[in-house]
């Protein structure tokens, strides 16, 4: 499975381009040189200098803006002595103070650059724990997930996915905890890790949806002990591809939106996910059935967090699932689990023109013609 983050777009020309900074500041030091050098002695062009070491503070590192800070300040009476002939002592001042507040400048912002990029990698690594990737053919079904991170303050979502290999078939499972940050996360894990032991040791469906529903319910008691204002939820989809019925799926849909089935007749929908959030079934009288539904050789279920049912562009509208899975499904191979994911992820970040504002988690999934089954040994 290409469990793995969705290509991002194009990053800031300042990052891109970051070691290359030193160029800006360096064509501002040649062109105030030139500007002293091409106006009359009465035109005070060379208290330009001082933009010379502000500028480097906000692209360049310390160093560097050190070095700009020290050529502004000892060009300024060689260029005085040649072009300008003793412009004033205020503003050779001027210079000394605008170089002397950029170096402290530019370490404060290397320092919040180097805390942001902390952060990115400490998102990333609490991402793969709860995210793996697993191999090709895993559980016997071919299967590709992507995952596109909020551009928000590298905070972590509660979107969670897993594929297992079960003496039953294979399992997959997707969902989204309500809310962000660390309190979303740890519910997903717990989730995760959940289903990673009873989907693959409880036979019954069923049973594997009670066990998410108990796992939840010690997870908020926990969490509420330990401080935490409101109890979590999550939204979920859990599909089982059982080995003794290769034309159908059990599907178990606790309030998420209903998957997606594309294949060469068209594109339909899975039962409607009436039943209640994981951490609800207790106000909604139980947990949601086990539906089995059919499923023709070739067909690939799609399930998609809402970051893709609610992702909007700049008028806020809504991104056209349907619509786009429709328009695909009239395309050869459209049905293929990586390019489905790569074409919707591209398709929503287009979208949204590059600002999405909920982590996004996809999943397609197909059990292919021909293939023998994952054994229990291979199991998870």
Not at 101 to 116: E, G, H, I
Not at 208 to 233: I, K, P, T, Y
Not at 278 to 306: C, F, K, N, Q
Not at 350 to 363: I, N, P, V, Y
Request: proline share 7%; glycine share 10%; net charge negative.
């Amino acid at each position: 499975m290409g469990s793995e983050e969705a290509p991002r777009p194009p990053l800031p020309l300042l990052i891109r381009y970051g070691h290359r900074s030193w160029l800006v500041p360096t064509a501002l030091l040649a062109a105030v040189v030139a500007v002293a050098a091409a106006t009359p002695a009465n035109f005070s062009s060379v208290s330009w200098l001082v933009l010379v070491p502000v500028v480097a503070a906000g692209l360049c590192d310390p160093l560097l803006t050190t070095v700009f800070a020290a050529l502004a300040i000892a060009g300024y009476p060689v260029l005085d002595s040649i072009w300008v002939k003793d412009q004033g002592i205020e503003d050779y001042l001027l210079v000394i103070a605008g170089s002397a507040l950029a170096v402290p400048l530019s370490v404060y912002r290397a320092r919040a650059v180097a805390y942001v990029r902390h952060l990115q990698g400490t998102a990333e690594t609490t991402r793969q724990v709860v995210l793996r990737s697993v191999p090709p053919g895993w559980g016997g079904v071919d299967s590709a997930a992507r995952y596109l991170a909020a551009d928000v303050e590298a905070r972590v979502g509660g979107d969670f996915y897993d594929v297992l290999a079960t003496p039953y078939g294979a399992r997959v499972i997707l969902g989204d905890v309500q809310g962000k940050g660390l309190p979303a996360v740890s519910t997903a894990a717990a989730l995760v890790g959940c289903f990673r032991e009873a989907g693959y040791r409880q036979e019954d469906l069923a049973d594997v949806a009670s066990w998410l529903e108990e796992r939840l319910h010690r997870q908020n008691v926990f969490s509420v002990r330990m401080g935490a204002q409101d109890e979590r939820f999550a939204t979920a989809v859990v599909i089982s591809f059982p080995t003794g019925s290769p034309g159908e799926v059990e599907v178990v849909n606790f309030g998420h939106d209903s998957p997606h089935v594309l294949g060469p007749g068209g594109v339909r929908q899975l039962p409607p996910g009436n039943g209640a959030p994981i951490g609800l079934a207790h106000l909604a009288g139980g947990l949601p059935p086990v539906h089995r539904v059919r499923l023709d050789p070739g067909e690939t279920v799609l399930i998609v967090s809402d970051g893709v049912t609610e992702a909007r562009d700049r008028h806020g509208t809504f991104f056209p699932l349907r619509t786009h899975l429709d328009r695909l499904a009239r395309e050869p191979g459209a049905a293929d689990p990586e390019r489905l994911v790569d074409d919707v992820a591209a398709a929503v970040v287009r979208h949204t023109g590059d600002r999405l504002t909920d982590d996004t988690a996809l999943l397609a999934v197909r059990r292919p013609a021909g293939r023998g089954r994952q054994t229990a040994a291979d199991g998870d």
